[in-house]
């Protein structure tokens, strides 16, 4: 089940991460991250090795640091992601209501309504794991969450133009249609689409914008293992 945000370290240290405050890469130490998050070592160190089980700090030598975006992880992450949704919205088409299933095409309605980068971040987050509860399935909904947290730092490059916006959203909207219609293979078939695109979207950019991004200290690799497993939060 997703563990509970109280607001201490560990939240504010993700928020900070997520956020590219701390860019990926960026060396970290318990001492520096005291004035950052208020906090004294033990905490600050329980909170580096909580976010160590998300993938988004790792250890470096003695101390520690931002966990470099892996185009190697996001490839394999989104790869999961598609197969766990595609999963989702089968069993959403069998085991939600009709109220259920109005509630989402008007979630994904909504969101029309809203035009920037963190709205539009939230807002699919939102959708997707709306659609993911639908499943009756919580070890489903975990994995989803665990995936879009481990997508988080790249989803902001996706969601950074008005037109990348509107695309989601327009799809979201299809999606949730065709899971209204209890059309699960063209739910399915909407639900892939929509994870490719956004994969092939995402790489596209970071492969453009890898030089550029290394220039503010964003550090892109392309690494030869797998990543570890994936842990929602």
Do not use: C, K
């Not at 909580?50 to 992880?73: A, M, S, Y």
């Amino acid at each position: 089940m997703n563990a509970t945000h109280d607001g201490g370290p560990s939240d504010r240290l993700r928020t900070a991460i997520l956020s590219l405050e701390l860019m990926p890469g960026e060396r970290l130490s318990e001492r520096g991250l005291e004035s950052l998050l208020g906090a004294s070592r033990t905490p600050i160190r329980a909170a580096l090795m909580r976010l160590e089980n998300e993938g988004l700090t790792q250890r470096e030598g003695r101390g520690w640091q931002v966990t470099p975006i892996d185009l190697t992880e996001i490839r394999a992450v989104m790869e999961y992601r598609e197969a766990v949704e595609a999963a989702i919205v089968e069993h959403a088409v069998d085991r939600a209501d009709d109220a259920e299933l109005v509630a989402l095409a008007t979630l994904a309605q909504a969101h029309h309504t809203h035009d920037d980068e963190e709205a539009g971040l939230q807002d699919g987050s939102d959708f997707h794991l709306a659609l993911a509860r639908l499943s009756r399935n919580p070890f489903l909904a975990e994995a989803m969450a665990g995936a879009l947290t481990r997508l988080s730092r790249t989803r902001w490059l996706e969601v950074r133009t008005a037109e990348s916006r509107a695309q989601a959203r327009a799809e979201h909207m299809r999606i949730a249609a065709a899971v209204a219609a209890r059309d699960a293979a063209h739910a399915r078939r909407l639900v892939v689409e929509h994870s490719r695109g956004t994969r092939d979207r995402l790489l596209a950019s970071l492969e453009e914008e890898r030089r550029r991004l290394r220039g503010r200290g964003v550090s892109i690799i392309e690494s030869s293992v797998a990543p570890p497993p994936l842990t929602a939060v």
